[in-house]
C-alpha cells in the first residue's frame, strides 16, 4: 500500500560534525516520491513538533542542501526533552493534524525511546504511520551498531589533539590530564590511542568507565611511568567511577546535580583539575596539567572523517528507502562487513531504545589502562583518509668537543 502524505525530520541530544548528513540524506531522498506531500524539518527536535514550528524543506535548494550537509551542528536546533507518554501524545496528535505519515528521528537512545513510544500512539489509534530512529552519537554506545555516525569526527578529533598534546608533552616534560567526553561508554576516550605512533608516545594511560577508577592505582601507573619516561600523558573518561559506581568528580569535589540526578561531567575543568591537585600533593610533582577537551569534540570543523560524513547520509537515506519503498519501522544500524565496509540493517525500535553499549572486554587492556590492539585495529578505519601523523627527528647526535 502506497502511504500517502508528509514527512517529519528531526535531531534530538548533542550535536555532531556529520548530523547533517543524515538529515539532507532524508530530505533529498524523501523528495523524490510522488507519495510525499511534503518534508518539513521541525525546529529544535520534538519541541518543534508539539509547538508546531516546522521549515518547509520541500522548497530548500539542492544546492544549499549539500553545504548544509558539510557543516556540523544541527541545522535545525536540538533539545534535550526526553518525552513521557504524555509528550508523546502530543507530538502524535500534531502529526495527525498535519497528515505526517513519516517521522525521522536523529538522535542517541532517549531518541531512539521517543520514536518506540509515538509509533506505538499510531498503532494503538489505527493511524497509518512509519517511524524511523536514525543513529547519531559521538559516545558510540547504540546496541547492535559497530559504530555510530558522529563518533568517527570525534575520535578523529581525539586523536589530533592527543598527537598535539604528546608532541607538547615531549618537548616540555611534565604530567599532563586529557579529559574526554563519555559519561558510561569509554569509545571516545579510548579514540585517544590512535595519537600513539611510536613506542613512547602517549596517551601513556587511559581511563574507562568500564573500568572501576581506583585513585591509588591512578597513582601509581602515573609514577611508573613518568619514573620510566620523565613524562606521562593520560587520557581519562569524564564518567570515571570508584567501585561502587560513585563518578571520581563527586568524590574529589563537592559537585551540583542535574533535574535527573547526574553530576554535571562536561563543561567544566573540574575533574582535570582534581586529578592534577592529588598527582601534585601525593607525588610531589610540580609541571602538572590538564585540558578539558569538551564540546570542542562534537561540532569541530576542521578534522571530519570522510568515513563518517558518507555514513552519515546513507544512515538517512536508507531510513526514507526503509519507510516509504518498504513500509516498515525500526531503527537503522550499520553493521561491518569485510576488512573495511558496511550494511545497513533496520532493527526493532525495542532493541536500541533506552539502552547504552559498553565498551567490550577485548578493548580494554587487563590492568585497566589503557586500550587493546584490538580496540585499535577497529579504529583505524573510522578515523578517515588523510590522517595526520606526527614525525621525529632521527639523527645522531654530532660529537661533544668540550663536554666531553
Not at 593520560?234 to 570515571?240: F, N, Q
Not at 564540546?295 to 526503509?322: H, I, N, P, W
Amino acid at each position: 500500500m502506497e502511504l500517502k502524505g508528509k514527512v517529519v525530520v528531526a535531531q534530538g541530544g548533542g550535536p555532531t560534525a556529520v548530523i547533517n548528513q543524515s538529515l539532507v540524506g532524508v530530505v533529498l531522498e524523501s523528495r523524490k516520491f510522488s507519495q510525499i506531500t511534503k518534508v518539513y524539518g521541525a525546529i529544535n527536535g520534538v519541541s518543534g513538533i508539539i509547538n508546531e514550528d516546522f521549515l518547509d524543506l520541500t522548497q530548500e535548494t539542492t544546492h544549499n542542501l549539500e553545504r548544509v550537509a558539510v557543516t556540523p551542528s544541527s541545522a535545525l536546533g536540538s533539545t534535550r526533552d526526553k518525552p513521557d507518554e504524555k509528550y508523546c501524545q502530543e507530538i502524535f496528535n500534531m502529526f495527525r493534524m498535519h497528515d505526517v505519515r513519516y517521522f525521522f528521528y536523529i538522535g542517541g537512545n532517549d531518541s531512539s525511546d521517543t520514536v518506540r513510544i509515538v509509533n506505538e500512539q499510531a498503532e494503538k489509534s489505527n493511524y497509518e504511520f512509519r517511524a524511523i530512529h536514525i543513529p547519531k552519537t559521538i559516545d558510540n554506545d547504540l546496541m547492535f551498531n559497530d559504530h555510530t555516525p558522529g563518533y568517527p569526527s570525534a575520535a578523529r578529533f581525539v586523536a589530533q589533539s592527543l598527537i598535539g598534546l604528546n608532541l607538547d608533552n615531549r618537548a616540555l616534560p611534565g604530567v599532563h590530564i586529557a579529559v574526554i567526553m563519555g559519561r558510561h561508554a569509554g569509545f571516545l576516550t579510548a579514540a585517544s590511542a590512535a595519537a600513539q605512533k611510536y613506542p613512547d608516545d602517549g596517551p601513556h594511560l587511559i581511563y574507562l568507565p568500564e573500568r572501576p577508577f581506583i585513585l591509588e592505582k591512578f597513582l601509581a601507573d602515573v609514577k611508573e611511568v613518568n619514573d620510566r619516561l620523565g613524562r606521562c600523558v593520560v587520557a581519562v573518561s569524564e564518567g570515571i567511577q570508584d567501585e561502587k559506581g560513585v563518578p571520581i568528580l563527586a568524590r574529589l569535589m563537592d559537585m551540583e546535580k542535574d533535574a535527573h540526578g547526574n553530576v554535571q561531567l562536561s563543561g567544566t575543568g573540574a575533574l582535570g583539575e582534581a586529578l592534577a591537585n592529588q598527582i601534585k600533593e601525593k607525588l610531589g610533582l610540580s609541571r602538572v596539567r590538564s585540558d578539558t577537551l569538551g564540546y570542542l569534540q562534537r561540532s569541530f570543523m576542521g578534522c571530519v572523517s570522510d568515513v563518517d560524513q558518507r555514513e552519515a547520509r546513507e544512515v538517512g537515506e536508507k531510513a526514507a528507502q526503509f519507510a516509504i519503498w518498504h513500509n516498515v519501522d525500526g531503527s537503522i544500524t550499520i553493521n561491518r562487513t569485510g576488512l573495511y565496509s558496511v550494511d545497513y540493517v533496520l532493527r526493532p525500535l525495542s532493541d536500541i531504545a533506552a539502552k547504552t553499549k559498553l565498551m567490550p572486554d577485548n578493548f580494554i587492556n587487563a590492568a585497566g589502562n589503557h586500550v587493546t590492539p584490538e580496540f585499535k585495529y577497529y579504529l583505524q578505519p573510522l578515523l578517515g583518509s588523510n590522517m595526520p601523523e606526527a614525525s621525529r627527528l632521527r639523527v645522531q647526535k654530532a660529537p661533544k668537543l668540550f663536554h666531553k
